[in-house]
């Protein structure tokens, strides 16, 4: 089951991949001459969907497709050619072109409430704390 449906995740898709380099699947730099193939773009990128999907460890995602370094490994360097940042913007301006945003007119709300357990565990009430 994917993490997100189809008609979101293959735009985002098609504008990640027009910002990466194209790369051999293997390391033709390699001292053996041989290796592994490079683990699909593509699938690195499905498990950095559902880390953000799912706010849990490299670890909980990592499979037989993929390991938990290669994701890390990935994400740094995406980050240090700056493609997540050309993707975020290509993403705000494509809601801008189809929604609109209008960031001067957005609203900010926020409430304290009680626990609904309450009792000792809970600790004072930040509300309490202000009247006193």
């Known amino acids: 089951?994917?993490?997100?449906?189809?008609?979101?995740?293959?735009?985002?898709?098609?504008?990640?991949?027009?910002?990466?380099?194209?790369?051999l699947a293997y390391d033709p730099g390699h001292p053996l001459g041989?290796?592994?193939?490079?683990?699909?773009d593509r699938?690195?990128?499905d498990k950095m969907l559902q880390l953000l999907r799912f706010g849990c460890s490299y670890q909980a995602i990592a499979d037989s497709t993929c390991s938990a370094t290669?994701?890390?490994?990935?994400?740094?360097?995406?980050?240090?050619?700056g493609a997540f940042a050309r993707l975020n913007q290509i993403a705000l301006e494509s809601y801008d072109r189809v929604v609109g945003l209008v960031l001067d007119q957005i609203a900010v709300d926020g409430s304290i409430t009680k626990a609904p357990g309450g009792g000792e565990a809970a600790?004072?009430?930040?509300?309490?704390?202000?009247?006193?």
């Open 70 to 81: 290669t994701i890390r490994n990935r994400r740094d360097e995406r980050i240090r050619l």
């Open 123 to 132: 600790g004072r009430s930040s509300t309490a704390a202000n009247r006193a």
């Open 34 to 40: 041989c290796h592994r193939p490079r683990i699909s």
């Open 43 to 45: 699938i690195v990128f």
């Open 1 to 23: 089951m994917p993490v997100l449906p189809s008609w979101l995740t293959e735009p985002l898709w098609d504008q990640f991949a027009a910002l990466l380099s194209e790369r």
